[in-house]
């Protein structure tokens, strides 16, 4: 009886998505055949039950939105708040969904005050970036009881120098090739706390920034000829975002080559597109360059649903996702569906990242 009664309930909720979407085989189903990872992004603070099981039926990866950035898990020195995190890991675990965490060392602007404060000395600076990441990622690290994260975005928006990228860390100096000693200091401490996660830079803007795509590539290139252990380049991929151009599809295909080519691996981290833009079309050829290429292991939108975006709060864009404000699927997503599912030739060689 109590098994009928949970078989019961589950259909009535997963018929919630399923009733307005009956050929939806979910995104997920067909991107594992391209050997693909899937998802988006949120914290799962909107107590709404819709939006997680639309996440279930459709996604294999999950990123947090704000609850594991540095200023959300560590607001005090020394205290740690992990209670939104660990309901969103445990969620990913109970779900079979993989847990990619948002994110580890950052600009100020996503640092706790305290962390900017001009008293502290270099050598404390640097003991506070590596117990932040022993902290905050020995939490999820593998094994952990309280699920693990297999993907992290270890370093965000720091490659260039203009002020609003302004990072504290840079106080720790530069080696004699000039890049910053913290970049290396992040992904040695990473890779010491969990050998096995997939270490990832993921930047805004390179999809259409070439000097600064440029300036990434040469920077991580020199890097990983020291051994610093960085496994996968990040594509944000807020398109249209500001105003900003469309990227060229074919330049994007060349700098995923190029990347893939040191031995990365690619992730499209955080796209969401504008309406005001070709907004289907756009999303066909992001899916189509990331099939195209063997290393792109995983696509994920900023947010799922619309009336959660980020951009609709910053006034930026109304409807960029793949799904409508009542968690109905749009024309952005049977664009993406279409796409995936075509075969590609490219998929057989997409082996992805395991334990
Ligand atoms: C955004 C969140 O979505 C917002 O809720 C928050 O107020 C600001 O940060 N690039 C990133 C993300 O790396 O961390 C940003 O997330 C969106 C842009």
């Not at 952990?144 to 993907?151: F, R, T, V």
């Not at 990473?190 to 930047?203: G, S």
Request: hydrophobic content about 35%; charged content about 25%.
């Amino acid at each position: 009886m109590l098994f009928y009664v949970v078989l019961f309930s589950t259909a009535i909720s997963a018929g919630f998505i399923n009733a307005q979407n009956p050929d939806s085989p979910g995104l997920k189903n067909l991107a594992i055949k391209h050997n693909l990872l899937i998802g988006g992004a949120t914290d799962l603070n909107h107590d709404d039950s819709n939006e997680e099981q639309l996440i279930i039926n459709e996604f294999s990866i999950l990123s947090n939105e704000n609850c594991l950035k540095p200023n959300k898990t560590q607001p005090s020195r020394n205290v740690f708040d992990f209670r939104q995190s660990d309901y969103f890991v445990g969620f990913c675990k109970k779900n079979n969904i993989v847990a990619k965490g948002h994110k580890l060392i950052a600009r100020d602007f996503y640092l706790p005050k305290w962390m900017l404060d001009p008293g502290l000395t270099d050598k404390e600076l640097h003991d506070i970036l590596v117990d932040h990441i022993k902290n905050v990622m020995g939490r999820y690290r593998q094994g952990s009881e309280y699920g693990e994260i297999k993907y992290w975005d270890v370093l965000n928006e720091v490659i260039s120098d203009a002020k609003i990228y302004e990072s504290v860390f840079k106080r720790l100096g530069k080696n004699s090739d000039g890049d910053y000693n913290y970049w290396e200091l992040a992904f040695r401490t990473a890779r010491a706390v969990d050998p096995n996660c997939v270490l990832i830079w993921t930047e805004d803007n390179i999809e259409f920034d070439y000097p600064k795509a440029d300036k990434l590539y040469e920077t991580i290139k020199r890097l990983k000829s020291k051994g610093v252990p960085i496994d996968a380049v990040g594509f944000q991929c807020h398109i249209g975002f500001n105003g900003q151009p469309v990227p060229d599809f074919t330049k994007l295909a060349d700098y995923f080559r190029k990347f893939a080519d040191l031995g990365l691996y690619i992730a499209i981290t955080e796209l969401d597109v504008s309406e005001k833009l070709n907004q289907v079309e756009i999303y066909k050829n992001m899916m189509q360059v990331c099939l195209d290429q063997p290393k792109c292991i995983s696509w994920s939108t900023w947010n799922v649903v619309d009336k959660y975006s980020w951009r609709r709060n910053l006034k930026d864009a109304e409807t960029p996702l793949l799904f409508d404000d009542n968690y109905q699927p749009k024309s952005t997503y049977y664009g993406v569906q279409e796409i995936l599912k075509k075969p590609n030739i490219n998929s057989k060689n997409r082996i992805l990242p395991h334990y």
